[in-house]
């Protein structure tokens, strides 16, 4: 079963860290591009960050640009975000996603169940 | 950075009646090269996390039933609920893919009249 599973999540003060890890399950999880979207409570999605299926091209949401870093181990299957200098408005569930296509820009036909994120102190 | 627009925010439909939801982008998701438009619809549940319905603007993914459908070229995009049941109530999302950023719309939550 493609599958992709989430933990790490917390709750951390503000100014905190926290690492974030998504398993992978079920596919070539190194043919794949991986992104990280995250809801707040109540709101909507929002796009964080993104990893090409060989690690070597990251991308970050400005609002994370700095304070968060992606990044994928093959050998284990893992996906990574490592949240740095957390602030309240970063409380939020934080999903793991796979593009649909291994070979070009896709929608995300892949979710994890997401793990929450809590800031406060 | 392109912009993705929905409306309306929430729409009440009877059972059995017929849902559009629109979705408009700052700029076109249309790439000439191939002739696709980036963009994707996901349905999300309460506590569960978005579900991938229509993708190249039209095409339905896998298991997704064929009252759903999308619709639209370039900026201006539709998704259609033909006979709504019980089980679409629902926030449903549109999405570009078109370049980074990718981005989501606000959301329309669905709701049974």
């Known amino acids: 079963e493609v599958q992709l599973v989430e933990s790490g999540g917390g709750l951390v003060q503000p100014g905190g860290s926290l690492r974030l890890s998504c398993a992978a399950s079920g596919f070539t999880f190194s043919s794949y591009a991986m992104h990280w979207v995250r809801q707040a409570p109540g709101k909507g999605l929002e796009y964080v960050s993104a990893i090409s299926s060989d690690g070597v091209t990251t991308y970050y949401a400005n609002s994370v640009k700095g304070r968060f870093t992606i990044s994928r181990d093959h050998s284990k299957n893992m996906l990574y975000l490592q949240m740095g200098s957390l602030r309240t408005e970063d409380m939020a569930v934080y999903y793991c996603?796979?593009?649909?296509?291994?070979?070009?820009?896709?929608?995300?036909?892949?979710w994890g169940q997401g793990t929450m994120v809590t800031v406060s102190s | 950075d392109i912009v993705m627009t929905q409306s309306p925010d929430s729409l009440a439909v009877s059972l059995g009646e017929r849902a559009t939801i629109n979705c408009k982008s700052s700029?076109?998701?249309?790439?000439?090269?191939?002739?696709?438009?980036?963009l994707a619809w996901y349905q999300q549940k309460p506590g569960q996390p978005p579900k991938l319905l229509i993708y190249w603007a039209s095409t339905r993914e896998s298991g997704v039933p064929d009252r759903f459908s999308g619709s639209g070229s370039g900026t201006d995009f539709t998704l259609t609920i033909s006979s709504l049941q019980a089980e679409d109530v629902a926030v449903y999302y549109c999405q570009h893919y078109y370049s980074t950023p990718l981005s989501f719309g606000q959301g329309t939550k669905l709701e049974i009249k």
């Open positions: 996603a796979r593009e649909k296509s291994a070979n070009t820009d896709d929608a995300f036909d892949i």
């Open positions: 700029q076109s998701v249309l790439y000439s090269s191939n002739n696709k438009n980036y």
